[in-house]
């Protein structure tokens, strides 16, 4: 028998070493992506028409489009029961025809998993909520999730608002349960694909007593973190590809210029986007925070930021707390200025593309409700032209995707 050279298996072992880090050079010097987020539009198809969205997305420069695949949403009348279905009947069609949409248009899809859970996964029987989520079962919708989309989905975020009292409950456990909710998510999704990536996070930008915890505060609060950053106790690393979060500088229906850094110095807008960055440099140079750069193994380069939810209010919840359309516009042209001014944002996302219905009171869209554009849609539209003109920002190629497998 031939002897293979002891060579060739140390130069595939350092091969494989070096290919996160590569991985992760790679997606520093990726340049920006444009998302866009309307699942009325783009998933459920009762807004506008499909192709008449990706038409408006294509004038904003859009390269990726964000989906949230609510649990009990997929689990069809199962969502009420009070035992877990054996086995589970998930229903991903609705989902898997706007990602084929999707790169049609040029856009690749992320994917945040998120409640409300079906009633058999919370601690709250009767009817699906956001209360007490199982973990080991979220584990298990992740996991299932990613082999349906494996191939055709390559980066997920986990939860949403993890801050925000309504979307985790009870608030004053929330860090505690997002850990676990996120550990087992991300063990569940790199198991049956281990190129995805997987976003921590999801988190809002401004705290508020009884509503929202400061980001930051939140940060800390999972990492197992005291106010400087210093563990306070022994933790298991959290191991994630990037982190998500969605800078808003919009508070209680008033909508505060692009500059404005939030309430304390653990809020994070567009801003005050160096905070993030900064406490999360701290974080992993303490090992409470692992960078797996796209794959399963520890790169050394910081985490990139992926704001997933941007924009401003159409229509306040009042007249005097309604932006002069013309200022709306200039305002949001800056403020994806700014998250363009930081290397490490990859990713910016404008949330809602047309009125909602029933009218939705936060209405951060661009379109009216026949599709017509409005001036915050003109500025974003020839904002988008000029970045990519300069190659700021990813320019959307349409691409294949392999055949959705059943669902």
């Not at 996964?121 to 989520?133: E, I, L, M, Q, T």
Request: glycine share 8%.
């Amino acid at each position: 028998m031939r002897r293979v050279p002891l060579l060739i298996p140390v130069v595939l072992a350092v091969l494989a070493l070096a290919a996160p880090a590569d991985a992760a050079r790679r997606a520093q010097a990726q340049p920006v992506e444009i998302g866009l987020q309307d699942d009325q539009v783009f998933v459920a198809q009762n807004l506008l028409t499909p192709q008449k969205g990706y038409n408006l997305a294509g004038q904003l420069g859009v390269s990726r489009l964000r989906i949230n695949l609510g649990w009990s949403g997929v689990v069809g009348d199962t969502a009420r029961d009070a035992s877990v279905p054996r086995p589970v009947p998930y229903d991903w069609s609705d989902v898997d025809r706007a990602i084929d949409q999707a790169a049609a248009n040029g856009q690749r899809v992320q994917l945040t998993l998120l409640g409300p859970v079906p009633a058999w996964a919370s601690a709250r029987h009767g009817k699906p909520s956001n209360f007490k989520p199982n973990p080991k079962l979220f584990a298990q919708f992740a996991r299932a999730a990613a082999k349906h989309f494996k191939g055709r989905v390559d980066r997920y975020s986990i939860w949403n608002e993890t801050n925000y009292s309504s979307w985790l409950n009870p608030h004053t456990t929330a860090p505690q349960q997002y850990r676990a909710l996120y550990q087992g998510a991300y063990r569940g999704i790199k198991g049956v694909d281990p190129t995805a990536m997987v976003l921590l996070g999801e988190t809002s930008p401004i705290g508020r007593t009884g509503v929202a915890s400061s980001p930051l505060t939140f940060l800390r609060q999972i990492t197992c973190s005291r106010p400087d950053y210093t563990a306070a106790k022994s933790c298991t690393p959290l191991r994630t590809d990037g982190y998500a979060h969605h800078p808003y500088t919009l508070l209680s229906g008033t909508a505060y210029g692009p500059y404005f850094p939030g309430l304390t110095s653990d809020d994070v807008t567009t801003g005050s986007l160096v905070r993030l960055d900064q406490a999360l440099d701290t974080l992993q140079k303490r090992g409470a925070i692992v960078n797996t750069g796209g794959g399963t193994s520890p790169v050394s380069s910081p985490l990139n930021l992926y704001l997933t939810e941007y924009g401003f209010y159409a229509r306040g919840k009042t007249a005097a707390s309604t932006l002069p359309e013309s200022q709306r516009a200039a305002y949001l042209r800056k403020g994806f200025q700014l998250a363009l001014k930081d290397k490490r944002v990859k990713l910016v996302v404008q949330y809602l593309l047309a009125p909602q219905s029933p009218l939705y009171s936060f209405d951060t869209s661009l379109v009216d409700k026949q599709g017509d554009p409005d001036l915050a849609f003109q500025a974003l539209a020839t904002f988008a032209q000029g970045a990519e003109q300069s190659g700021q920002i990813k320019t959307p190629v349409p691409f294949t995707l392999p055949p959705a497998p059943p669902s």
